[in-house]
């Protein structure tokens, strides 16, 4: 039985995960069919926690993002008479009288905390319904089962572009008014201005391929990440504006390119799903022996941006003061922490994971267990030469003056 089909004529509640929107939204797109609808979140418990380190799960960065996210949220879900509650816990969730609902919805994650919790949540009513939309390709409709999915992207990337099937949204908005404004804020309606200024009115969407490379300014490349992280727009519907933008606009390598990346981003996400925890582990999913030692003093001096090494120091710093990095630095101070220091990797992902306001499991533990060579990779070792890449990248060193003092 399909989603319209299962809440038909039901008392709904839907719990509110990584799909902080209100259009092309399984449940809300599909309101009128349902006999009541009422909405929860429910805070992350690493809110309040710290790792072993003594630093927070989860900076002030990425709350405020999605603080922002999730009032943008509650007054749009208001203006339809749809009440979110947002619960700091669980226990606040079974005190309510939400778990009298004929159904609960909710978006499927892969995560192995996600899954910890649905487990737990969707226990307490009487009947539930999930999908999957986190995603550009829904799982069920691979050409493959996740189980045997392609452990190198490359292979995976032909097999997903042979078939070709792609989610499509359930409802298309109309894009808002563009402007040209630094600030990357929480949100729905951000999310989809940004696609309007960086697609069409910069046209960036053209030139992408020869500007992701880049680490000054907010248009070298989409910058959709911390959006998606959060589902203010689905891949979906970045997939479908792409398209368009190649009937409307132009369609050329950079076209491609964006698309390309959200493969990558989906790539992680079954690979999670694949792998659950051995993903978080030392290592990794090749469950290889490494001699990265946990050395707190060389860590300390990476975080904080103080190992001498200007490219590296210069990312840390953007990252501390703004909760973004560009992937060309991610790449390299990745490289850096494991390949010139030594250190474990797995406390680099945690320093990610406390500050990026797009953090995600899959992109974040994914791709650093790639540069630690204990994902599935071709070349195992995957070191940057952080010299030659700011001689590449930052050729009169304008992003090391912007950053550092
Ligand atoms: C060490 C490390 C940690 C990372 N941690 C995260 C993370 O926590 N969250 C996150 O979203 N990305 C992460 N990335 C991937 C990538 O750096 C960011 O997605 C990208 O820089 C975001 O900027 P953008 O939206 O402008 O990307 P664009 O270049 O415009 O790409 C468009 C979209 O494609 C996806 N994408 C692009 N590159 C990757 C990639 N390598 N892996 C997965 N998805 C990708 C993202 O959703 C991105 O928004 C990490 C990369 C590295 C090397």
Not at 170 to 181: F, G, R, V, Y
Not at 204 to 231: H, V
Not at 289 to 306: C, I, V
Not at 342 to 364: F, K
Request: with cysteine; charged share 25%.
């Amino acid at each position: 039985m399909n989603v319209a089909e299962k809440i038909n004529h039901k008392k709904v509640v839907h719990w509110y995960r990584k799909d902080q929107r209100t259009d092309d939204h399984e449940i809300i797109s599909r309101l009128q069919v349902t006999k009541s609808l009422t909405c929860f979140f429910i805070e992350d418990p690493k809110s309040n926690m710290e790792h072993p380190l003594g630093f927070p799960l989860i900076h002030k960065h990425r709350k405020t993002f999605l603080q922002e996210s999730l009032d943008a949220l509650q007054k749009t879900l208001k203006k339809q008479n749809i009440q979110l509650h947002i619960f700091k816990t669980i226990d606040e969730l079974m005190a309510s009288d939400l778990l009298q609902a004929d159904i609960l919805t909710y978006q499927k994650l892969c995560g192995t905390e996600e899954l910890t919790i649905e487990k737990k949540v969707q226990s307490l009513f009487k009947d539930s319904i999930s999908f999957q939309d986190f995603t550009l390709v829904n799982p069920a409709d691979l050409p493959f089962s996740v189980a045997q999915m392609p452990p190198m992207f490359t292979a995976f990337r032909k097999k997903i572009e042979n078939h070709a099937v792609y989610q499509a949204p359930i409802s298309i908005p109309e894009l808002p008014e563009s402007t040209i404004s630094s600030a990357m804020q929480g949100g729905e309606k951000a999310a989809l201005k940004r696609i309007a200024t960086y697609f069409y009115k910069q046209q960036g969407l053209s030139r992408y391929k020869e500007t992701r490379n880049g680490m000054i300014g907010q248009d070298y490349s989409s910058r959709l990440s911390p959006w998606l992280a959060n589902g203010n727009i689905s891949a979906r519907m970045v997939y479908h504006f792409i398209r368009d933008y190649e009937m409307t606009v132009t369609s050329n390598e950079s076209t491609y390119w964006l698309f390309f990346e959200l493969l990558w981003r989906d790539f992680f996400q079954l690979q999670l799903q694949r792998h659950g925890a051995a993903f978080f582990k030392k290592g990794g999913i090749q469950n290889r022996p490494l001699t990265l030692q946990n050395h707190e003093k060389k860590f300390w001096k990476w975080a904080h941006g103080q190992t001498g090494d200007d490219l590296v120091d210069a990312n840390m710093e953007e990252l501390k003061t703004t909760g973004w990095m560009s992937n060309r630095g991610r790449q390299n101070v990745a490289s850096y922490l494991v390949h010139d220091l030594h250190v474990n990797w797995q406390w680099g992902a945690a320093w990610m994971e406390h500050l990026l306001i797009d953090y995600d499991p899959a992109s974040n533990w994914g791709n650093w267990m790639y540069i630690a060579g204990v994902g599935h990779d071709p070349r195992p070792f995957r070191k940057f030469n952080t010299v030659g890449q700011a001689e590449r990248y930052d050729p009169n060193g304008e992003y090391r003056r912007l950053w550092l003092k």
